[in-house]
């Protein structure tokens, strides 16, 4: 049972280099989520997708975009990468609201 | 606001004592209240959870108090141990489908329990 699985783990950046971060889950959840997590700090929510087809914009979505096109994936995409976007990318999902979110191994990015 | 204040920023506890972490909010509509528990280099994962209708709610050594009136919850790790020390966030989201169930995470707790 994979539960939510993240790629790449790592990975270094360019400013203004473009990448995707990949985010699949096999629980047939319908909530999913991509939080980012500062040194230090808490989990901040950037985009979220309460099933196929919908997302909506989190708490810091600037610079980020993301589809759904299937219950499994929720891809985040960075356009023109900037420093202040190095941190820890987690993706999350839920079965229902208000039960446990599942999270990933996390995407150390650094943006150089 | 959809702020979650969490204290303290980092926490040294005997191993046998007891952690207590604290966490505040500000919308009442809140009423889902997790506490997640992360390793390094691991994703959260959740420990325990109360929703609003109890004032406590204990799994093994863990024990959640919630005070609805004071809009504050916290956190009690029992007879701490070094398998313990991890970094420890509150949440809280609002129980609603058309609210997206978006959890608000406090800023995080490092507990190290020295043996």
């Known amino acids: 049972n994979a539960g939510v699985t993240q790629t790449p783990k790592f990975r270094i950046l360019k400013i203004g280099q473009s990448m995707t971060l990949q985010c699949t889950q096999d629980m047939n959840h319908n909530y999913m989520y991509w939080y980012r997590q500062d040194p230090g700090m808490g989990l901040k929510l950037i985009y979220y997708s309460v099933g196929a087809g919908i997302t909506d914009k989190g708490e810091v979505p600037n610079g980020y975009n993301v589809s759904r096109s299937t219950t499994e994936d929720f891809p985040l995409r960075l356009e023109l990468a900037a420093p202040s976007q190095t941190s820890v990318y987690f993706c999350a999902s839920i079965r229902h609201p208000g039960t446990e979110a599942f999270f990933g191994q996390g995407t150390r990015l650094t943006v150089v | 606001q959809q702020q979650v204040k969490q204290s303290p920023q980092s926490l040294i506890v005997q191993k046998g004592g007891i952690s207590i972490i604290n966490c505040a909010y500000e919308n009442t509509a809140f009423d889902y209240f997790p506490w997640y528990q992360q390793f390094p280099g691991k994703g959260p994962a959740l420990l325990i959870a109360i929703r609003p209708d109890v004032s406590e709610k204990k799994e093994g050594r863990f024990t959640i108090s919630f005070n609805k009136s004071a809009k504050q919850f916290s956190l009690h790790i029992m007879d701490s141990q070094p398998g313990d020390s991890a970094t420890y966030f509150c949440?809280?989201?609002?129980?609603?489908?058309?609210?997206?169930?978006?959890?608000?995470f406090g800023g995080g707790t490092r507990v190290l329990v020295k043996p």
């Open positions: 949440a809280a989201s609002m129980v609603l489908k058309a609210a997206g169930n978006k959890l608000t």
